[in-house]
Each structure stands twice: as C-alpha cells, then as structure tokens.
C-alpha cells in the first residue's frame, strides 16, 4: 500500500478526518480535502509523527470548476495518480420533509452527495483504467436504504443515487481493474448530526458508530488485495436507540 495515493474529500473532520489518521498511520501517502485550511491543518497535526503523509488542498467540491482546479493541482504537485478515491464529503438540509424543502437546500444536497462524486470520479477514473489500477469509496448512507425523515428527502435520493453509480462503475470497469465500494452507515457521531432539527445529545451519541469505526472499515476495503472488491457495506450501530422525538422535530420543521 506504501506506493497508493489516496484522496480523501471532507477531510478536515469526521470520517474523513479518521481515515486520513488511519491511512497516515499505515504510511500511505494521502490528499486531504476540504473548504477550511486550518480544519485540513488540525487533521495533519493530530496524525502526529505520520503528518508527513497528509497533504491538504483546499477545494470548494460544489463546482465543476472547483473539482477541475483541485484535479490539477494533484496532477501538478504529485508525482503518483490518485488510485485510492475515498467520496466522503457530505450535507444534509435543515428541512427535510418533501413537501417542505425548498429547492435551494434540495439542489445543495444533491449536488455535493451525488454531482460531486460524479465528477470527482469522472476526473479520477480515466489514469485509474489506463494503469488498471483503482479503488473508489463512497460514503453513502443508511438513508439509501431505507429513506426517512432522519436523513430527509434530498439526502436518501442522493445517497440513493451514488450507491447506484458504484454499482455502474463496477459494471463497466471491474475488467479494467476498477473497484468501487458504497459503504451505507447508519447514524455516525459526527459534525453533519448539527444539521438536524433536534440535534442529537451526548448520551444519544453514545450510543452511535464513531469516524473511528468506519476509517476501520474504509482502510480494510482499500487494502484488500485487487481481486477482492466489497461492492456494497451496510453497517449500524449495535444499539438501537428510539428516533421518535427526531422524526418529529423533522416533521415539525417546515421553515
């Protein structure tokens, strides 16, 4: 794995931040990404004597121009393709209900959980089919599955949506040497839980999945030798807690 490079998009915190520690950790050399440089530096610092394996760019994913400058700057400062692509950065909305949600906040979600990784791939893709050679994760979300007021609308039709292109990557490239991984959570203690109209508390967060356990998960299915590819993952905190008050703070919240 010392010769990969990684890019991990929403790098400056939560999962990102966990699996950019973990893959320094194992020497591989990794792209850090996010909209706030000194979230992006607070990640380099806390891997400790492995920093020099994290190399933060900040990039603003919520536009073609942005993915297209931040694919130029790793095709001008790296000497290796990107043959790990980890697709973490995420939002949700603060109104989640279909009938409620205007259609700026459903237009944000989809673009940054779906167009983003669409074209973030796109970029990738071309130098990991010419060396037959790559590896791409997504973080979609339990909410594909299973759709709800929890996550909202835009986000379980988004996160829908990149779970079905995983699924038509490896369709159309698994012989070049291509493998692409949807990894569905469920609720994970991390930042984007902010975003809800009850905003989960410590005790309730407890009982969740921390980035920890998924950077885990996500460095497991990188690892794997390249004949292997774990298509799909579906994981969920053991507990299960009662969600009734958020759904109906959700429902309730309609401006």
Not at 34 to 52: F, P
Not at 161 to 169: H, Q, R, S
Not at 180 to 204: H, S
Request: glycine share 6%; net charge neutral; charged share 25%.
């Amino acid at each position: 794995m010392n010769e990969k490079l990684c890019l991990i998009t929403g790098g400056g915190s939560g999962i990102g931040r966990a699996t950019a520690i973990k893959f320094a950790q194992n020497k591989i050399n990794t792209i850090i990404v996010g909209r706030r440089n000194d979230a992006l530096e607070e990640t380099v610092s806390l891997a400790d004597e492995n920093s020099d394996f994290l190399k933060p760019i900040k990039a603003d994913l919520s536009t073609e121009n942005g993915i297209n400058d931040l694919f130029y700057s790793v095709k001008k400062n790296f000497d290796n393709n990107v043959n790990i692509l980890v697709n973490n950065a995420g939002s949700s909305s603060k109104i989640r209900s279909v009938a409620h949600i205007p259609k700026n906040q459903w237009d944000e979600v989809v673009n940054i959980n779906l167009n983003s990784v669409y074209l973030l791939c796109q970029k990738f893709l071309n130098d990991m089919i010419k060396n037959k050679d790559g590896t791409i994760i997504t973080i979609s979300s339990m909410a594909a599955l299973k759709p709800g007021l929890l996550g909202g609308a835009p986000y379980g039709a988004a996160k829908a949506g990149v779970t079905n292109l995983m699924g038509a990557i490896n369709s159309e490239f698994s012989n070049d040497g291509i493998r692409a991984t949807a990894i569905m959570p469920g609720e994970v203690d991390t930042p984007i839980l902010n975003n809800r109209a009850k905003i989960p508390n410590i005790d309730e967060r407890e009982t969740m999945m921390k980035p920890e356990d998924l950077a885990e998960i996500i460095f497991l299915t990188a690892n794997l030798n390249n004949r292997t590819n774990i298509e799909t993952i579906v994981v969920n905190a053991t507990y299960k807690r009662d969600v009734s008050d958020d759904l109906k703070a959700a429902r309730e919240k309609t401006n």
